[in-house]
């Protein structure tokens, strides 16, 4: 079974540019979840969907969003794009949302903001 | 103060002993918890993940939960130096902490 496949790997964007990053799920999972990671920050939460609906949100600005189409593949836009906003961005799939679901990662998109 | 805390090390063990990773979390609501294992410029996999109080062993690996101290830890047995890399523990799924590197020398 394939994994979770994100596009692009690597990104390079200026300072107020907006960007789109995709997550293909495992197939058959319907849960997508994004997260930032930083040094200094550590993983964190963006947000989650389920069936084309958001669940959970982490607390992070408007300036980040999300959505999910009907065949469970996922996309994250960030606008005005700020330097701290460098970071990987990772998204994980799961069967369901469940609390005990496993969550399996993709390799992540690196995002450079110059 | 952040709801998962972990050391972030790095924590040096030789070859063959035993690893010893803590994570305190501080939701007492919290009833899932989850071992990752990220490799430098990998991204994170699923060591284990532990629900009830208590021991739970698989391999090398074994995870222990004391919520009445809200505390988790994961022991590696005879630790490799393939094992090398930075440990994350993470609450109700989306909660992680930083991070603890661990260094296994050979």
């Known amino acids: 079974k394939a994994g979770v496949t994100q596009t692009p790997r690597y990104l390079i964007k200026t300072r107020g540019q907006q960007v789109t990053l995709s997550c293909s799920p495992i197939s058959g999972h319907r849960s997508v979840s994004w997260y930032q990671q930083t040094p200094g920050q550590g993983l964190q939460f963006l947000f989650e969907y389920f069936s084309e609906t958001q669940r959970n949100k982490g607390n992070f600005p408007g300036r980040f969003s999300g959505r999910q189409f009907s065949n469970s593949r996922s996309e994250m836009n960030v606008s005005t794009l700020e330097l701290g906003d460098s970071a990987l961005y990772l998204c994980?799939?799961?069967?369901?949302?469940?609390?005990?679901?496993?969550?399996?990662f993709g390799p992540g998109t690196r995002l450079l903001v110059l | 103060q952040k709801e998962v805390e972990q050391n972030s090390g790095p924590l040096s063990v030789p070859e063959g002993a035993i690893a010893s990773l803590n994570c305190t979390y501080s939701?007492?609501?919290?009833?899932?918890f989850f071992w990752y294992r990220q490799y430098s410029g990998k991204s994170p996999e699923l060591i284990m993940f532990?629900?009830?109080?208590g021991d739970k062993e698989d391999g090398r690996f074994t995870a222990q939960l004391n919520k009445a101290s809200q505390y988790v830890s994961l022991l590696i047995r005879d630790s490799q130096p393939s094992d090398s890399a930075t440990y994350l523990c993470a609450s109700r799924r989306y909660i992680f902490g930083t991070g603890t590197r661990l260094k296994v020398l050979a």
């Open positions: 532990i629900y009830s109080n």
């Open positions: 939701d007492r609501g919290s009833q899932s």
């Open positions: 994980a799939s799961s069967s369901t949302p469940g609390a005990q679901e496993t969550q399996y």
